[in-house]
């Protein structure tokens, strides 16, 4: 099975989210694995077309302009795939699909190791 078959399913699929403090998210996915993220690190990676040139993916934002302190002002789910943010800096136009979510997290963990 490769990579991407096993990012189907439950491994994909959040069964809890909560904000913890100002800007910290936590993740429960259906698999049982959690993961935690960071305000300003999502933020630094939004996908929305202000962000990424939706062209030549060509990354606009220049993440020395996001502030380590950005907080999370809310987050909401979209349909049953994403979580959009509005972020303490006005931001809100990012969608952030739980298959992303996921593959943050897994980049974090391999660059930890
Ligand atoms: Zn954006």
Redo the contacts with the bound molecule.
């Keep these: 099975m490769n990579e991407m078959m096993r990012r189907r399913g439950p491994a994909i699929e959040p069964h809890e989210i909560v904000q913890e403090g100002a800007a910290g998210l936590r993740v429960k996915w259906g698999d049982g694995r959690v993961c935690g993220y960071g305000a300003a690190a999502l933020?630094r990676v939004?996908?929305?077309?202000?962000?990424?040139n939706e062209m030549t993916g060509q990354r606009m934002?220049d993440p020395k302009t996001v502030p380590d302190d950005l907080a999370i002002e809310s987050v909401d789910i979209v349909g049953r795939y994403a979580l959009t943010f509005r972020w303490s800096d006005g931001?809100q136009?990012?969608i952030y699909s739980f298959r992303l979510l996921r593959e943050l997290c897994e980049q974090n963990e391999e660059s930890r190791s």
Excluded: K
């Design positions: 933020r939004c996908p929305c077309a202000r962000c990424v934002l931001h136009t990012g």
